[in-house]
């Protein structure tokens, strides 16, 4: 059995008869009473973040995971269809295991599928992606000082806020976790 200093971020715990990926954690002492692990865990199956606090060298029952390299083929239904890089074998995903990162997702993108087991326990899209826009109101020569933003409907269909010096047919970097304009990337 594994204790609170064995945590690690995305390392996955049962906690509550359920499967949870460590989120967040920070040791805290304090200077009354005992050091303990406050912590955000997020459930597997159903995607929803809860906060909770673990006293510090408490038995935790950690879950082993097994890592592998996907690549993203398409959408079939309410599934998304990834090809095993090594065997090239096909496996069917739920899309909701994705969470709100599936609106970054494209075609051949390649991602890591965490299992236990034959259980598909989540799907790491990468943190940054190019995506090109495709629409979005003009931008303006001199624009480029202020911070002022305007959104952009993205090749996956997503809407993300850009600077107002971006156009249609640019290609930006994003951060996939929180939905952010990172730059403009030069093809």
Do not use: C, W
């Not at 059995?1 to 008869?17: E, G, H, Q, R």
């Not at 906060?51 to 060298?57: D, K, V, Y």
């Not at 790491?124 to 202020?146: C, I």
């Not at 997503?158 to 290609?171: H, K, R, S, W, Y």
Request: hydrophobic share 35%.
């Amino acid at each position: 059995m594994a204790t609170t200093s064995d945590f690690k971020l995305n390392a996955m715990i049962k906690y509550n008869n359920d499967i949870f990926s460590i989120v967040d954690f920070q040791h805290v002492q304090t200077g009354r009473g005992g050091a303990y692990y406050q912590t955000k865990l997020k459930n597997v199956r159903t995607g929803k973040i809860i906060e909770n606090r673990f006293r510090s060298g408490e038995n935790v029952d950690m879950v082993s995971v097994n890592r592998r390299n996907f690549q993203f083929l398409y959408r079939d239904g309410e599934n998304l269809v990834f090809m095993n890089l090594e065997d090239y074998d096909q496996i069917y995903v739920p899309a909701n295991t994705l969470g709100d990162e599936i609106k970054f997702l494209k075609d051949n993108e390649n991602v890591i599928i965490a299992f236990n087991n034959d259980t598909v326990l989540s799907v790491d899209v990468p943190q940054h992606v190019n995506l090109r826009v495709v629409s979005t109101e003009p931008g303006l020569k001199g624009d480029t000082a202020t911070n002022v933003l305007k959104p952009a409907t993205l090749e996956t269909g997503a809407v993300i806020n850009v600077p107002l010096f971006i156009n249609e047919g640019d290609m930006v970097r994003l951060d996939t976790k929180t939905s952010n304009y990172i730059e403009r990337v030069k093809e």
